[in-house]
């Protein structure tokens, strides 16, 4: 079998001396929706920045496309097609949203720019129409569609999404859902850290059950949402 598109495997790592990951692995293929889901303190945005780059390993190893790279810098993992949207302090506020998203193409020398921005108004309609305003202004929801859409700026091939629909109401949820699913069917790989669970897993092409930083379950989404042991435990029965 190939390997996953991206991998970040057996990583062990934490802060200072306490290891919070144990032998944790994470895996996404192209145009694929995984979702990492788990109790709070779970290790799961851990887990999303040991595979940005933002956490060193003490043991494992990171890939994409088959090369290694778990010594890079998350910078470098952004030139090498990585996209990542933290869940808070990921807009600049006083910036207008197209600002922000002129910032998001900081790292690009071609001139499609402007096509690219085109597409993530055609993904995200009110961003188009409230472009000229400063993104501080907008919805809790409106402004996860600017920090998706500034990542999405880079032309990333996997796109890393950490708690995107913390905050939000429901309709909103399933609305930023929606573009997910779009996004990922236009061949970009999303891994995604949710805290609404069972909506996640019911769109996630493939889901990780994370306990105090050790996968406790791995399977497809529809596995994970059939199998009583998951339901119980971390979906409220």
């Known amino acids: 079998m190939s390997a996953p598109f991206l991998i970040g495997e057996a990583m062990t790592g934490g802060y200072g001396p306490v290891d919070i990951l144990h032998s944790c692995t994470l895996s996404v293929e192209k145009g694929e929706i995984a979702v990492i889901v788990g109790p709070n303190g779970a290790g799961k945005s851990t887990a999303m920045k040991a595979v940005f780059g933002m956490l060193p390993l003490r043991q494992g190893t990171v890939r994409l496309d088959g090369e290694d790279i778990t010594r890079l810098s998350p910078q470098a993992r952004v030139r090498k097609g990585m996209g990542f949207v933290p869940q808070t302090h990921n807009i600049f506020t006083s910036m207008t949203v197209e600002e922000n998203l002129e910032m998001g193409a900081f790292i690009r020398q071609d001139a499609a720019i402007r096509d ?3 597409q993530i108004y055609d993904l995200f309609p009110i961003l188009k129409q409230k472009r000229n305003q400063p993104a501080g202004e907008l919805s809790g929801g409106q402004r996860q569609q600017v920090a998706v859409g500034r990542a999405l700026m880079t032309r990333p091939k996997v796109l890393m999404l950490d708690e995107p629909t913390a905050g939000v ?6 609305e930023l859902f929606d573009r997910i699913i779009e996004i990922a069917r236009s061949g970009i790989s999303i891994l995604m850290v949710e805290q609404n669970a069972r909506q996640a897993l019911e769109i996630a092409d493939k889901g990780f ?5 050790s ?3 791995t399977d497809t989404g529809a596995a994970l949402l059939a199998d009583p042991e998951v339901r119980k435990s971390f979906l409220g029965g």
Not at 169 to 174: F, H, K, L, T
């Open 169 to 174: 109401s429901p309709i909103v949820m399933d």
């Open 215 to 217: 996968n406790r379950y």
């Open 116 to 118: 690219t921005m085109a």
């Open 209 to 213: 059950v994370l306990v105090q930083g």
